[in-house]
């Protein structure tokens, strides 16, 4: 054989090589497209709008089938898919009733209300799963009936309305204190305000939730529909309540004020109190409406307040009062740190909680900045605690 091999032509060799390397670069940079192959399978789009429509053709013809997939944009589209389902989500958890003409919240909550001699209706949402609902929240219930034993308090929430929530208030109710968890009917609740044309447009899956929280939007606007059907006060869940609000009527707090100019800078929208159908509960409603934008936060909430607050000021039949920050925001979200430490340690602290005593009906303790806080004995908070709780050896 070897014989055989030497004894033939050299240009034999050489097309034989040639051969071998052109059946190598055909089996590397060929590609195999199989027939009858399926359509190229895409991520959900990043909106939950209806993107079937002629104006909004598929990203990619079927006929084009890439070599190599955009994976910066595969995984861009697959971060807001998430998003989107997660919106979703939230917006079932928050769901507790179909359709019907029998509202089932609305009897409900006329048999609280019948069946209790409420001298102050207070509010509050809880949208969170049950067990986020802590020793803070219980010490903001605590400091509310230490205020106002005779008052009632609804807490709005899917997830307190259940067994568990049952016994995480049932010390309460069992002392007697008028209190009780009801998952919402946003239909009910909404019906017959701007926010039943914008709620059905969300459902519809026409409002772009953004990047915001579903659920904390809601509660923007749950709180102000509540006070709008039923009248009352509304209070968040981290806010410690400090003296009666009886006095108060069609109330708001200024978070910040100008020193300059001697007015409020900013408005929130954690403590509200105001007569039912108040005409600038109405203007807060269609503002959320008309200029809802799920990507910015605090959009809103308290700037939708400052701005309906700032345009309807000294017109006539919007009769309401706006406090100093001293009254709910003695300290806001950059300075709350310091409630939680020892107050021995700062002048400023002593003065500071001197002004608490004299001048707050409540405090709002900006859960999202100090939750993860601990309180130290002998500090602001502490010592608020310590004057507000119902089961203090308990």
Known sequence: MLSLLFSLPTSFFALL???????????VFSVH????????LLPSPPTLSNLSSPHNPPPFNDTHFPLLPNTTQSFSLSAKSRRVRKHKRGLRSLRSEPNSPFSLFRARLKAFFDNSSCKLRFFMTWISPLKEFGERELVSVESLFKSHPEACLIIVSKSLDSHLGTQILKPFVSNGFKVMAIAPDFGYIFKDTHAEAWF??????NVNPGEVSLGQNLSNLLRLALLYKFGGAYIDADVMVL????KLRNTIGAQNFDAT???WSRLNNAVLIFDKRHPLLFKFIEEFALTFDGNKWGHNGPYLISRVVARVSGRPGFNFTVLPPSAFYPVDWRGIRGLFIDQVRSKWLVTKMDQIRKESFAVHLWNRHSRKLRVV????????ISSCCIFCNT
Do not use: H, W
Not at 200 to 205: A, S, Y
């Open 33 to 40: 497209v199989p027939k009858n192959r399926k359509p190229l």
């Open 200 to 205: 059905n447009r969300l459902k519809e899956g």
């Open 261 to 263: 100019t001697g007015k």
């Open 377 to 384: 004995k002998g500090s602001i908070v502490d010592s608020i």
């Open 243 to 246: 003296k009666s609000f009886s």
């Open 17 to 27: 090589l040639l051969l071998l390397l052109s059946y190598n670069a055909f089996t």
